[in-house]
């Protein structure tokens, strides 16, 4: 098994820079058939400018040992990230001045540029742990499913948010060749279906053919919310009857674009699921995340 940084996720994601780690098996790992050459999962650090290659490294290693042991149990992918590092990152624009939030910006942008250059593969590090998993979940699910959906956003209105807090985990499953430009979030009615507004969301960036997972994520949830994707050029898996239907707006990106009337799909469930936290997890801030200095954000 080994890690590498995917530069479809890595971006400025409010103020922080955004490093998405995929990881991969190799030929005699756990359940190596069902992914080959697509990661087995994929983590998000959102970290500082200030991160070096060597600190990011480190980093990945360590995840990495942690989810192949959630893997290998066949337990939730979540269950394998640590619990001392789901801490929620500072949303810079909330506490900056403006002037200091564009120069925050502007460092986080030339920092992002550089990450998506390396090309290292990092191995594991240490021996794999499993953690407390999950509190809330939204959505009906991330399998194979019998239909499809082409480019949209769509809002899934199965399995609607049973507490309020943060979705940090994500999943999706698309057929053929996967799809690109991937974002996932959170809507709530207004005021009323089919009438939707987002609330948060994540970029993700590529996704593989399956059945991708997503961690280290940090997006707002309220209780009663839908889950929601968008996507292009790929078609997400769908079945269209026996469930509470799903709202959708062909070949647009809606997220953040405020309140939107949606058509609805009546009995359909998209292939598409997210968890996290009740209770607020710890606010990021300068310190050790082990032996390694990181910078305010998730790691």
């Not at 939030?101 to 550089?114: L, Y």
């Not at 996507?231 to 062909?250: I, K, P, R």
Request: aromatic share 12%.
């Amino acid at each position: 098994m080994y890690a590498k940084i995917e530069p479809s996720g890595c971006c400025v994601s409010h103020g922080n820079v955004q490093i998405r780690l995929a990881f991969y098996l190799e030929p005699g790992d756990a359940r190596y058939e069902e992914k080959q050459d697509n990661p087995f999962h994929n983590h998000f650090l959102k970290v500082g400018a200030d991160i070096t290659d060597d600190e990011i490294e480190a980093l990945a290693a360590m995840h990495l040992v942690n989810f192949y042991e959630a893997w290998r149990l066949g337990k939730s992918i979540r269950s394998g990230w640590a619990t001392e590092h789901r801490k929620r990152p500072t949303r810079h624009e909330l506490h900056d001045a403006p002037e200091v939030f564009a120069a925050r910006v502007v460092n986080a942008e030339k920092r992002v540029a550089t990450i998506k250059k390396p090309d290292f593969a990092v191995g594991p590090s240490g021996v794999g742990r499993v953690f407390p998993s999950t509190d809330i979940d939204v959505g009906p699910g991330a399998i194979d499913r019998a239909g499809f959906w082409n480019t949209a956003t769509i809002v899934d209105y199965n399995n609607r948010a049973n507490a309020t807090g943060t979705l940090d985990y994500m999943e999706c499953f698309f057929a053929g060749g996967g799809a690109a430009n991937v974002k996932m979030g959170t809507w709530y009615e207004t005021p009323s279906v089919p009438n939707f507004t987002s609330r948060d969301f994540e970029v993700l960036g590529a996704a593989g053919a399956g059945k991708d997972t997503f961690s280290g994520l940090d997006c707002d949830v309220e209780l009663d919310d839908c889950l929601g994707i968008y996507w292009e050029g790929g078609s997400l898996d769908d079945v269209y009857s026996g469930f509470a239907g799903v709202y959708q707006a062909n070949a647009a990106d809606k997220f953040g674009a405020g309140s939107f009337a949606f058509t609805a799909r009546a009995g359909d469930a998209s292939s598409i699921y997210a968890e996290g936290e009740t209770a607020a997890p710890p606010a990021g801030g300068s310190g050790m995340d082990g032996a390694h200095a990181v910078a305010v954000g998730t790691i």
